[in-house]
C-alpha cells in the first residue's frame, strides 16, 4: 500500500553521496523529540552512545503531549507495587491481537509486548519515572490493570518528565531544526540528515545511524483524505507535526508501508472547547446518545471505533450521559477537569432537563434510559450489559468524533530496521513509533487503548538497542580504517 498522491508541497528529499559536508557529527541522530525520540536518546545515554535529538518546534510536545500519557505494559515493577502478579507478556500480547482481530503483525506484537515492561522499569530505576498503574477499572480490550502513568495523569506531564530527564543527562535536542533531506550513499546506508532553521538557513547533521521518530500522518490532510476518508471531515486531535514525513522518505527509498489504514480515533473528544473526555465514564457504565436520544453502539467495544460511530450520527455528535457516581470517575482526570472548567459540564436534575439540554424527545431519551435496566438480566441488543441504571441528577457533555494519530508507517524488522520491499533491512536506518507501522492492524478497530504510546516507548527503547549496536560496530570500524591508513595499507 502507497500513500501516492500525498501533499506535493511538503519537501522531504533523499541526496545520494559517498560522504556529506556537514557541521557536526553524531553517533545516532533521532528525528523527533517525541516519547519514542526521547526515549531512545534515554536508553542511548545509559549505555554510552551520543545522540543528537532533532526536533521542528522550539519546544517538544508532539503527539504525546495531547494524549493522556497512558502506557500499557505487563510485568513491571509498579505493576507488583500495586500487587498486580498474574500479568505477562503473552497475556499482553494476546490481547493486542484479539483486539486487532489477529491482523497485528505477529514478530512486533511479540517484540513490544516483551520489551514495554523492560522499558518502563529502565525509566523508572535510571531516571526517577514515578509510575502508578491505574487499577480502578480496566480500559477496552484489556485482560488486565496494566495502564501507567505518572500521578499527573497526563500526556504534558509525561513529555515534561522526558524533557527533564534528557536535559538532566545532558543529552542535546536541536530544536527548531525542521529535517527535509535524508544524505545517504550508494549502498543505501545513511550518512546524515539536512534541517532547515527559522531563517531559513540549511544546516546538516553527519551520522553513523539515523532514527525516524517523527509520527504518522494524522496532519496532512491530503493522505488523510486518500488512506483514511472515513476521517477526511474529522476533527484532527493530534500534532501538526505529524505530516507524513517517513511514509515520504520510506517511498522515495523504496522501502516497504504497512497497515496505512490503522489509525487511532476517539468518540470522546468535547465540543465545542475541544478537550479529550476519559473513555472510563463509558466503561463504568456511562452511555452515549445522538441527538434522538438513542443510544447507538457498545460503547465498552473501544473509544477508537467509537469515532466512527459518533461521527455517522446526525450533524458528528453525540452527548456523554452519566451520573454523580461516574462523575466523581470523570473528576479523577485532568482533562476533564480542565474540560469541565470552561463549561462542557451540564447538570439536569431529570429526565426531562437532559432531554431539553440534549434537544431530544423526552419520551425517547426515558425508554433509553428505562432499557439499561433490562441488562440487569441480558444484554442489550448491542450486546452491551450494565450493572446498574443511571440515577438522577445527571451530567451530559457533548462530544464528536476525532482522529488522534495513525498506526501505518514504514515496515519494521522487530528490532526496528526499516525493511525494503523484499524484506531485506536497511544497513543503519530505523523507525519506531507513529513513523513506524504499529500493532494495530489496518482498521480504526485494531486499535488497542494505549498502542500509540506502547509503540513509542517500546519502539524507542528497541531502537536503541539496535542503534548502539550498530553505532558500536561503526566506531570500531573507523577506528581499524584509521589504523591501517597509519600504517600505510
Not at 51 to 63: K, N
Not at 334 to 345: I, N, W, Y
Not at 353 to 370: M, R, S, Y
Request: proline share 4%.
Amino acid at each position: 500500500m502507497t500513500a501516492t498522491g500525498s501533499t506535493s508541497a511538503l519537501k522531504r528529499e533523499i541526496r545520494r553521496a559517498s560522504r556529506i559536508d556537514a557541521e557536526v557529527r553524531t553517533s545516532v541522530a533521532i528525528v523527533g523529540a517525541g516519547a519514542c525520540g526521547l526515549t531512545a536518546a534515554l536508553m542511548l545515554h545509559d549505555v554510552g552512545i551520543d545522540c543528537v535529538v532533532l526536533e521542528r518546534d522550539a519546544v517538544p510536545s508532539g503527539s504525546t503531549a495531547l494524549s493522556s500519557g497512558f502506557i500499557p505494559a505487563p510485568d513491571t515493577r509498579a505493576q507488583r507495587a500495586q500487587g498486580i502478579v498474574d500479568d505477562s507478556a503473552d497475556r499482553f500480547a494476546a490481547d493486542i491481537q484479539a483486539k486487532a482481530h489477529g491482523d497485528a503483525a505477529p514478530a512486533l506484537v511479540q517484540a513490544y509486548a516483551q520489551a514495554i515492561g523492560p522499558a518502563l522499569d529502565a525509566l523508572q530505576q535510571r531516571h526517577g519515572f514515578d509510575w502508578i498503574v491505574l487499577d480502578g477499572f480496566l480500559y477496552p480490550g484489556h485482560s488486565r490493570h496494566r495502564m501507567h502513568a505518572l500521578p499527573q495523569k497526563t500526556g504534558a506531564a509525561l513529555m515534561a518528565r522526558l524533557q527533564a530527564a534528557v536535559e538532566a543527562a545532558g543529552i542535546p535536542v536541536l530544536t527548531q531544526a525542521l529535517v527535509d533531506t535524508l544524505w545517504l550513499d550508494t549502498e543505501d546506508r545513511v550518512i546524515g540528515v539536512g534541517y532547515q532553521r527559522p531563517d531559513g538557513r540549511e544546516e546538516r547533521l553527519a551520522c553513523d545511524v539515523l532514527l525516524l521518530a517523527c509520527n504518522g500522518f494524522g496532519g496532512n490532510a491530503e493522505m488523510v483524505s486518500t488512506l483514511l476518508p472515513e476521517m477526511a471531515d474529522a476533527t484532527f486531535g493530534g500534532h501538526a507535526g505529524n505530516d507524513g514525513s517517513a511514509i515520504l522518505w520510506g517511498e522515495a527509498l523504496g522501502t516497504r508501508l504497512r497497515d496505512l489504514g490503522g489509525y487511532q480515533g476517539h468518540g470522546s473528544w468535547v465540543t465545542p472547547q475541544g478537550a479529550l473526555m476519559t473513555w472510563a465514564v463509558m466503561m463504568e457504565g456511562g452511555i452515549q446518545v445522538n441527538r434522538e436520544g438513542r443510544r447507538f453502539h457498545d460503547e465498552t467495544r473501544g473509544y477508537s471505533e467509537a469515532a466512527v460511530q459518533v461521527l455517522a450520527q446526525p450533524d458528528g455528535i453525540a452527548w456523554n450521559v452519566f451520573d454523580t457516581p461516574l462523575l466523581a470517575l470523570a473528576r479523577g482526570f485532568p482533562d476533564f477537569c480542565e474540560a469541565e472548567s470552561v463549561g462542557a459540564l451540564r447538570r439536569c436534575e431529570s429526565v426531562a432537563q437532559l432531554a431539553a439540554c440534549i434537544g431530544c424527545d423526552e419520551i425517547v431519551l426515558q425508554a433509553t434510559l428505562d432499557v439499561m435496566g433490562m441488562g440487569y438480566a441480558s444484554a442489550q441488543p448491542d450486546g452491551r450489559s450494565f450493572s446498574r441504571v443511571l440515577a438522577a441528577p445527571y451530567f451530559a457533555v457533548k462530544v464528536t468524533g476525532a482522529l488522534f494519530h495513525t498506526q501505518g508507517g514504514l515496515d519494521v524488522a522487530p528490532d526496528m530496521r526499516v525493511l525494503r520491499q523484499d524484506g531485506s533491512v536497511l544497513p543503519n536506518l530505523l523507525a519506531a513509533g507513529g513513523a513506524a507501522g504499529g500493532v494495530s492492524g489496518n482498521a480504526v478497530w485494531g486499535y488497542l487503548s494505549g498502542n500509540g504510546l506502547l509503540s513509542a516507548v517500546a519502539g524507542g527503547y528497541l531502537a536503541a538497542a539496535t542503534a548502539a549496536t550498530a553505532a558500536t560496530a561503526a566506531t570500531a570500524a573507523k577506528l581499524i580504517g584509521n589504523l591501517k591508513e597509519s600504517n600505510g595499507e
